[in-house]
């Protein structure tokens, strides 16, 4: 099978490990270093506002009041912000997905979004051919439909769509609906397996 689309997760994939960043803000606010990581595994309350957030159904000070609350945080404001203040780029994903844009590959970035602008899109325009970030669209993975739509907005069939994400839960929609999937871990082992799938190189 020639896969010809790539559909790529931002957070934890496009940078570095998310629940290290989380790890990180706990660390700073006091608090044990899995207590965010925690509270959105085995929560409802805190994954429900979470959810809320990613859909785009709460403002960004909402979602900080709230969950700061949560935590025992004193000081909601820019909660967000120092959530995901340990994360940074990863240069070489962003330099692969740019080598298979310029290789012929449609690429897309499908992403759950944390409030209203949770992303420098300095890049986007080199990178990407379509966008697909939950809050705008009001649906987040891993609802079926987000895939669904992601494929149609590529102009590519299911079966020649990649979907990289590092969670686990995200992969198996895109999966049942005929995708290729990589569950990301580090560029080092992604790149070659996406060279092997879509059939270029990505150095």
């Not at 785009?56 to 945080?73: D, K, Q, W, Y």
Request: hydrophobic share 40%.
């Amino acid at each position: 099978m020639t896969h010809d689309g790539l559909l790529i997760d931002f957070g934890g994939v496009m940078t570095t490990n998310v629940f290290e960043s989380f790890a990180a803000f706990c660390r700073t606010e006091g608090l044990d270093p899995d207590t965010v990581k925690d509270r959105f595994r085995n929560d409802k309350a805190a994954r429900d506002l979470l959810g809320e957030l990613e859909e785009g159904r709460i403002s960004n000070p909402e979602f900080e009041t709230r969950f700061a609350e949560m935590l025992g945080v004193a000081e909601p404001e820019g909660l967000i912000e120092r959530l995901f203040g340990g994360m940074q780029p990863d240069e070489a994903m962003f330099d692969a997905v740019a080598a298979a844009r310029r290789a012929g590959i449609r690429t897309g970035l499908v992403s759950n979004s944390w409030g209203e602008e949770g992303y420098d899109r300095a890049r986007f325009d080199e990178l990407f051919d379509v966008l697909l970030i939950s809050g705008e669209l009001g649906i987040r993975k891993p609802a079926p439909e987000i895939y669904a739509l992601a494929a149609e907005r590529l102009g590519r069939p299911p079966e020649r769509c990649v979907f990289v994400d590092d969670l686990p839960g995200n992969l198996k929609p895109a999966a049942a609906l005929g995708m290729a999937t990589v569950l990301h871990r580090d560029a080092g082992a992604t790149i070659p397996r996406l060279e092997a799938l879509l059939g270029v190189s990505l150095r």
